[in-house]
């Protein structure tokens, strides 16, 4: 039994006491059991000594401190005592409390749960993706149109028609993706949600499964063959994109991936300019100057979004055997690479631009794109390619710098 005579309390801050407030505690203490007890006579308040030391002194040179658990400990003896027995006041003037109150004050609430799963979603389905799919579609409906006779309730009805099976493909085609690559992301995007464990497997499945039969269910009841199209082709490509079957999972070959992309970004402009043109307006199908250039435009652009997706993910890629170019020949080539090819892509649109038909289409078209091109060679100068953030960036650039062409792509008539 330790009978303790005499213990000098010393925070830095007590709420009891005023700063600078001098007290002794005389009443002794027997620990008991693990426990500290008060054997004084009530009669006797205790008093407390405030000073700026910052420990607890005993006259016999033993120390009380606070172990890894906050549990209150003597050093010579390491025999735990009763935290809830002894509410000591902190440094910062807060009471000691026990581990339960710490898990209980812990525990998330429904709304930060909700909100980390809401994130966790944005991540799995690529926001900026659906972003690129509304501006995408709009603009390719909007090519056919000769008046704004044209633009009737049910114009806006049938490209919502249109939006939504290609939102819900989409969403299979990056859930498919993240479900293959689930340990190459644990290197190179952590932060995804089967990554990060934020969203089991199952329920990234059941994801991936139900946008697949719910976008060919709603194309296949629009009636369009176009549409129906576009969905298969929306599909296929993903399924061999990600995929590990052989003559499959594209994206490990050089140039399969950026195929990949041409095909879904520049080439399903035409289905869907082809539904709006005859099973929307029921005008024959027409090819125009304006779709022709938005095809090849467009085109540039998803091959370039096809190589720089691969600058931030070159140390998983090479851990898991993933032949991209940025693996075979590095980023310091492929950068100024992708980098010069969006470059000639803007200079060809400055000189189709220049061939317009009205001023105000050439003087749009030219300007326009010259300052999209000089935004992309500033960026590009600025791009640490050994940091992520700075590529992740510029390759979010690429994206913003696509939705703008959706517009401009109207002033090339």
Not at 13 to 26: I, M, R, S
Not at 99 to 128: C, G, Q
Request: proline share 6%.
């Amino acid at each position: 039994m330790l009978q303790l005579q005499r213990l000098n309390f010393s925070p830095k801050f007590n709420p009891l006491q005023k700063p600078g407030c001098l007290k002794t505690v005389a009443s002794p203490l027997t620990q008991r059991h693990g426990a500290i007890a008060n054997t004084s006579p009530s009669n006797k308040s205790p008093s407390i000594k405030c000073s700026s030391q910052r420990s607890f002194h005993l006259p016999n040179q033993n120390k009380i401190a606070l172990n890894n658990e906050g549990i209150i400990s003597n050093r010579d003896h390491q025999k735990p005592l009763n935290k809830q027995l002894v509410p000591l006041a902190l440094q910062d003037g807060n009471a000691l409390q026990s581990e339960d109150d710490n898990t209980a004050a812990a525990a998330p609430s429904f709304i930060e749960v909700f909100k980390k799963k809401l994130i966790a979603i944005n991540h799995l389905v690529r926001s900026y993706a659906w972003v690129n799919i509304v501006f995408g579609i709009v603009s390719v409906s909007l090519l056919p149109v000769q008046s704004l006779a044209d633009l009737t309730p049910r114009f806006f009805i049938e490209i919502l028609k249109v939006i939504v099976p290609t939102l819900l493909m989409n969403t299979f085609l990056t859930a498919l993706n993240q479900i293959c690559d689930v340990e190459i992301d644990k290197i190179n995007k952590p932060y995804l949600p089967l990554a990060s464990g934020d969203l089991s497997m199952g329920t990234v499945i059941a994801i991936c499964i139900g946008s697949a039969i719910l976008g060919y269910t709603l194309a296949i009841m629009s009636g369009s063959p176009p549409l129906l199209l576009t969905q298969i082709l929306f599909f296929l490509c993903g399924c061999a994109y990600s995929l590990p079957l052989p003559f499959l999972r594209w994206k490990s070959h050089t140039f399969m991936a950026p195929l990949c992309l041409v095909i879904m970004m520049g080439l399903t402009g035409l289905p869907f300019y082809m539904h709006t043109q005859q099973y929307v307006l029921g005008r024959p199908f027409v090819i125009t100057r304006p779709l022709i250039l938005m095809g090849a435009i467009m085109s540039i652009f998803a091959f370039v979004n096809g190589l720089l997706k691969d600058l931030p993910d070159v140390e998983g890629d090479k851990k898991f055997g993933m032949n991209t170019l940025c693996v075979l020949l590095g980023k310091e080539k492929v950068f100024p690479l992708c980098v010069n090819t969006m470059l000639v892509g803007y200079g060809c649109a400055v000189i189709a631009g220049a061939s317009a038909s009205f001023m105000i289409n050439k003087l749009v078209t030219i300007i326009g794109h010259s300052i999209l091109a000089l935004i992309l060679w500033i960026q590009s100068k600025k791009v640490d390619l050994d940091n992520f953030e700075s590529t992740f960036g510029f390759y979010m650039l690429i994206w913003k710098l696509t939705y703008v062409e959706y517009i401009l792509i109207h002033f090339l008539r």
